[in-house]
């Protein structure tokens, strides 16, 4: 029976008492409930469970905090998977998992990409306020809510401000449109095309990714102006593996915002076969003329690559795997915004080849050129989550309750421990006053008049 319900028919009066007695005098049908209790602070005692989260500083490269990141929980655990499978958690949905601060209290932004019910598989990202590069930053996932609270996500807020578009590509091409769904507040979702099916919605690197067959696959969310960077600072970041690589010459989009006539305008992160340059990738961009940085040769097909291009005003860099690979100096200007469309796994500029034969995951853009510590940060993260924390024990709320039983006279319940507090609560009006002692002192009252 939830609380609420509870307050419609019973009155309450909470009593706390130490390891003693509870006599209740001339008093009809009582229940006396003992309140949760929690080992430091707790949330919410709503939430039966809880879990530390210690993110290992060691993953953080530098010696400056990065704030607001969004970190990746991708992990397991029999007691996240639900009751009905003999786990913790009460909705099937996972949504009642909600994460806090060390502190135990201050409620975290979160999204859930995936659960799994039945084996208690999460994969949820986390916004980090202040994530330390010098000491551990330690949090809190809460689960095991029974009084049906509400979804405790909050998905748009864990993404800030910068990012133009996030992609996780968790839900089917192959559903109604539109399919791949952004998850920041401009809400940038995109329309697959080329006859996407179901089969192309394969394992990612970090849950599901698209696998584009470079003939006729893309997506699209149009022309939003969340995308319409015309700045001087971007960062551009996707996961790749590359199933073919295109001829010399010829430059299938991962990402792109260019239109097929000149000026080409903004940008476009491609995939590179020329002689001097194979199986590389590139960043390009155009103010009235091209300009680009190529990361090193000889990339593999049908392996993981987590490419970051970046263009901070000044310079434009290419990190591979978290790692700087190449950088082009001396630049200067806007991007050019242009009036086209965004797409993911295509080259408009391209008349040939412009599809990309790959699968991605985890595509973003943003206005905000990303630091060095940021993107090897996302990497160690993405790359290997079971190194970048170390998941606690679980921790229980306890609750105990007492059922008293008595029409009339005197029922005594005998309490041994340290304090405790129960709710008592009577469900007919009493005929005569009731008193409730704790050993010679009366620490409670119901009166008739209740």
């Known amino acids: 029976m939830r609380k609420s319900q509870l307050r419609k028919s019973f009155r309450r009066v909470i009593v706390g008492f130490l390891a003693v007695a509870m006599i209740v005098s001339a008093m009809p049908t009582l229940f006396a409930v003992k309140e949760a209790q929690a080992v ?7 939430w039966i469970y809880r879990k530390t989260i210690t993110i290992n500083h060691t993953q ?16 397991t655990s029999p007691d996240w998977r639900t009751t009905s499978n003999g786990g913790r958690v009460v909705q099937s949905d996972g949504g009642d998992i909600l994460f806090t601060l060390g502190d135990g209290l201050t409620k975290l932004d979160h999204e859930i990409e995936s659960y799994t019910a039945s084996t208690g598989a999460l994969s949820a990202w986390v916004k980090i306020p202040s994530l330390g590069a010098t000491t551990n930053t330690t949090i809190y996932i809460y689960y095991g809510n029974s009084v049906d609270a509400a979804d405790q996500g909050n998905k748009n807020a864990v993404w800030t401000s910068d990012y133009g578009g996030v992609w996780h590509m968790a839900d089917s091409p192959a559903g109604n449109a539109p399919q791949g769904l952004d ?14 099916t179901s089969s192309q919605h394969v394992a990612g690197k970090i849950g599901q990714g698209y696998n584009f067959d470079g003939t006729t696959d893309y997506m699209t969310p149009g022309n939003p ?15 790749v593996k590359v199933n073919g690589w295109p001829p010399a010459y010829v430059y299938p989009g991962i990402v792109a915002k260019t239109q097929p006539s000149n000026p080409h305008g903004g940008y476009q992160l491609i995939l590179n076969n020329e002689p001097n340059t194979p199986q590389s990738f590139t960043l390009n961009l155009e103010n009235g003329w091209w300009r680009g940085v190529t990361s090193t040769s000889g990339k593999t097909t049908g392996a993981w690559y ?6 901070d005003g000044s310079n434009m860099r290419m990190y591979v795997n978290g790692s700087q690979e190449a950088i082009t100096t001396g630049l200067s200007g806007n991007i050019q915004d242009i009036d086209s469309h965004f797409y993911i796994g295509r080259n408009p500029t391209q008349w040939v080849y412009p599809y990309t034969n790959a699968t991605l995951d985890e595509t973003r853009v943003s206005n905000v050129a990303k630091s060095a510590d940021w993107i090897a940060t996302v990497y160690s993260n993405q790359n290997n989550p079971a190194a970048f924390y170390t998941i606690g024990t679980q921790q229980t709320v306890t609750t105990r309750r007492a059922i008293i039983l008595e029409s009339s006279g ?41």
Do not use: C
């Not at 998850?183 to 996407?196: I, Q």
């Not at 987590?306 to 263009?311: F, I, N, R, T």
């Open 40 to 46: 430091g602070n707790w949330y919410n005692t709503n």
């Open 306 to 311: 987590y490419v970051s291009a970046v263009y």
């Open 225 to 239: 102006n969340s995308l319409r960077i015309s700045g001087n600072t971007m960062t551009i970041s996707t996961w």
């Open 410 to 450: 005197v029922t005594q319940v005998t309490e041994g421990g340290t304090t405790d507090q129960y709710t008592v609560k009577l469900n007919t009006k009493p005929i005569s006053n009731v008193t409730i002692t704790a050993a010679s002192t009366a620490i409670g009252s119901v009166t008739s008049s209740l």
């Open 60 to 75: 953080v490269p530098g010696s400056t905090n990065l704030v607001n990141f969004p970190v990746l929980i991708n992990s």
């Open 183 to 196: 998850s920041t507040s401009n809400l940038s979702h995109s329309t697959t095309h080329g006859g996407m």
